[in-house]
């Protein structure tokens, strides 16, 4: 299994591309289940999740094709005809977002069977909601043996549906689903992140009709089938904010390009509190640090425009140098503070109860062996390596490959000493 090794220490200078949004992609594909005629996604991300996705799709029936685009990466999906309703369990709980298909699938096809994704390591992460919203479609669901069986043998029907709080998985899966049903769908308490609208925009360009997405209601009216489109996937916000911080840790300055400056506002805002300069632009912002401690800051995760749960585990690496104390406070997913005892491995000084943490800053980190068990939690590691003393080694990097394209390439074109190791320590050739 490969490994990173950071040498911690090196200012970081120059600038960092940001990729298409992860969360935003797997939902696109997901789709293009919808219709028969082809979707052209640009500026997709590769990553291990993408394509593990396209993996389940071409089961499904999809042609999948990757492709280098005028504008980078993109993929065309084409799905003539579903050939297979059927998700299963080795698929899905390798990637939870696979439950999405589901939607699309009962919408497209009248039924599906798809495995439950089980619980993860941030949490139980139930998909309640996103059953009682097909259900409110008139979907006939069932569950046996790990697998819901859904059934809409004359089609999906619009309904109101109020979401008891904030679900960005449930939002969208109701929406994918909502497109091809007969009559109105209400969202209510809709999730407002910006890969809703992203999703919205896209559904648009295929021919659904979709309003107020990206804020807490959201109609739509049914229509009887969707066609091809075009669309761009908007920048990833996690990726953003993850190299923003890189750079806050390590010090020096970095024009992050190719994204938004509002999609992380939330996180610039902390960051300047904690002393760290942020310059917006047209088409990202610049970060830059000269020395100097910063000061400890709160804070509390929301669903957007809040302090994104996905940011979370990267601020706590900041605040374990930050002078003061810091409350990290997670309350979107239980157990999301995996990557505390690790930054203690590093000598950071973090107390966790319940869903809050407490990070008294240290003078120093030093490099040591560390490992994490999810995506955020590992980038987390990297991020405390860049400015730990010595060598940080982090361990079972294909939790970092599921979410983050060419992490050591971006974050070497701008100084930092970081190179891939393959299972077995020697460096990858490339
Ligand atoms: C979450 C984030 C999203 C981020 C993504 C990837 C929020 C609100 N959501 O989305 O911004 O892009 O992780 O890091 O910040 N829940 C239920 N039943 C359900 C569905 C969800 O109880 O059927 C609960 C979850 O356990 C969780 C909360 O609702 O506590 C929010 O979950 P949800 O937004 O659905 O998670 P993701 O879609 O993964």
Do not use: W
């Amino acid at each position: 299994m490969d490994r990173i090794a950071i040498t911690g220490g090196a200012r970081l200078k120059g600038e960092i591309p940001i990729s298409g949004a992860k969360n935003s992609a797997i939902k696109l594909m997901a789709a293009s289940l919808l219709t028969d005629e082809p979707l052209r996604l640009t500026n997709m991300p590769r990553l291990a999740d993408t394509r593990f996705l396209g993996r389940l799709l071409r089961r499904l029936g999809a042609e999948v094709v990757e492709r280098e685009g005028e504008d980078g990466p993109e993929t065309l999906l084409t799905t003539r005809e579903i050939v297979s309703g059927f998700a299963p369990y080795d698929l899905v709980r390798q990637m939870r977002a696979s439950f999405n298909v589901l939607g699309p699938l009962l919408a497209r096809s009248g039924q599906a069977k798809v495995s439950l994704p089980g619980g993860c390591t941030i949490g139980a992460r139930p998909v309640d909601l996103h059953l009682k919203a097909l259900e409110a479609l008139g979907a006939r669901i069932d569950l046996h043996e790990g697998y819901v069986y859904a059934q809409a043998p004359r089609g999906l029907t619009g309904g109101r549906i109020e979401f008891p709080f904030v679900s960005v998985g449930a939002t969208e899966h109701a929406l994918l689903a909502a497109v091809l049903a007969k009559g109105e769908t209400v969202l209510e308490n809709a999730a407002a992140e910006p890969e809703m609208a992203d999703l919205a925009a896209c559904l648009n360009a295929m021919g659904a009709r979709v309003e107020g997405a990206g804020g807490k209601t959201i109609r739509v009216q049914g229509v009887d089938r969707l066609g091809g489109a075009t669309h761009s996937v908007i920048p990833d916000r996690i990726e953003t904010g993850t190299y923003a911080l890189a750079v806050a840790m390590a010090g020096g300055e970095v024009r992050l390009t190719r994204t938004r400056s509002d999609f992380v506002a939330a996180l610039t805002a902390k960051m300047r509190e904690a002393g760290v300069e942020v310059v917006e632009h047209d088409d990202g912002l610049t970060v830059r640090r000269d020395g100097g401690r910063l000061t400890a800051v709160e804070i509390e995760t929301d669903p957007y425009p809040g302090f994104a749960t996905g940011l979370q585990a990267q601020f706590m690496a900041l605040m374990t140098l930050a002078k003061g104390e810091s409350v990290i406070k997670e309350t979107i997913f239980e157990n999301r503070f995996m990557h505390a005892p690790e930054l203690g491995r590093l000598g950071a000084d973090i107390s966790v109860h319940g869903g809050e943490a407490r990070v008294r800053g240290v003078d120093k980190l030093d490099g040591a062996q560390v490992m994490a068990t999810d995506l955020r939690a590992s980038v987390s590691l990297v991020i405390a390596g860049l400015a730990a003393q010595g060598e940080t080694m982090v361990n079972r990097v294909y939790h970092l490959d599921r979410g983050f394209e060419r992490l050591e390439e971006k974050l070497g074109a701008c100084g930092a000493q970081i190179r891939r190791l393959k299972g077995d320590g020697e460096p990858v050739e490339d």
